[in-house]
């Protein structure tokens, strides 16, 4: 089992830039796959980005292509979410979450993943 935790949320204008990272417990954290939801007022949890265990594999959501980048450092035992080019459409709360050890590729499904954090907002203003 494992738990998350986001931290690096915040208030950022149009076109800023925010850090997201999630640390995680558990001495296994280099065999889960890994992702970033976003789930914005009156809206349901969306897919942000994905990377697999080893890092070498990320997918995006259309809407954060070319802006956002998802990486993982399994020493420090820690998710990312490098967010570039900020619109007042990003904001939300961002959740981390983990899905089964071992689970080959990178999963964009939210019913794929099981451990979840609580979340950090993410509020970006025009």
């Known amino acids: 089992q494992v738990q998350l935790a986001e931290s690096g949320g915040g208030l950022v204008q149009a076109g800023g830039s925010l850090r997201l990272s999630c640390a995680a417990s558990?001495?296994?954290?280099?065999?889960?796959?890994l992702g970033w939801f976003r789930q914005a007022p009156g809206k349901e949890r969306e897919f942000v980005a994905g990377i697999n265990w080893d890092g070498l594999s990320t997918a995006y959501a259309d809407s954060v292509k070319g802006r956002f980048t998802i990486s993982r450092d399994n020493v420090k035992r820690t998710l990312y979410l490098q967010m570039n080019s900020l619109k007042p459409e990003d904001t939300a709360v961002y959740y981390c979450?983990?899905?089964?050890?071992?689970?080959?590729?990178?999963?964009?499904?939210?019913?794929?993943?099981?451990?979840w954090g609580q979340g950090t907002q993410v509020t970006v203003s025009s």
């Open positions: 979450a983990a899905g089964p050890p071992f689970r080959i590729g990178v999963l964009q499904s939210l019913n794929e993943y099981l451990y």
């Open positions: 558990g001495r296994t954290f280099h065999s889960y796959p």
